[in-house]
Nanobody
Framework: QVQLGESGGGLVPAGGSLRLSCAAS????????MGWFRQAPGKEREFVAA????????YYSDSVKGRFTISRDNAKNTVYLQMNSLKPEDTAVYYC???????????????????WGQGTQVTVSS
């Protein structure tokens, strides 16, 4: 069983930065792509970013491209999301998730992820 735990959320003014971390249990972390999603109040959960198992490729939603950076450290079983130039519309609960495809490509659909963390709140004040 894989367990994921996010940390690093908080309250930040517009234009500020935060770095989210997601620590994973188990020995299979390095073989699966990881993704970040977010859910704002009253809205559906949406894709934010993903990274392949070997950090060979990344993919971002248009709304965060150029501001957010996803990375991972397989030695630490951890994936990160560096968020810069934050906007009030970035306010949401952020979730990390593990892709279901062994050494697969990048996916942005929630259906392609089978393990989820509990989420961490990010609030950007205007």
């Amino acid at each position: 069983q894989v367990q994921l735990g996010e940390s690093g959320g908080g309250l930040v003014p517009a234009g500020g930065s935060l770095r989210l971390s997601c620590a994973a249990s188990g020995r299979t972390f390095s073989s699966y792509a990881m993704g970040w999603f977010r859910q704002a109040p009253g809205k559906e959960r949406e894709f934010v970013a993903a990274i392949t198992w070997n950090s060979g490729a990344t993919y971002y939603s248009d709304s965060v491209k150029g501001r957010f950076t996803i990375s991972r450290d397989n030695a630490k079983n951890t994936v990160y999301l560096q968020m810069n130039s934050l906007k009030p519309e970035d306010t949401a609960v952020y979730y990390c998730a593990r892709d279901r495809h062994y050494r697969g490509a990048l996916y942005y659909s929630m259906n392609d992820y089978n393990y989820w963390g509990q989420g961490t709140q990010v609030t950007v004040s205007s």
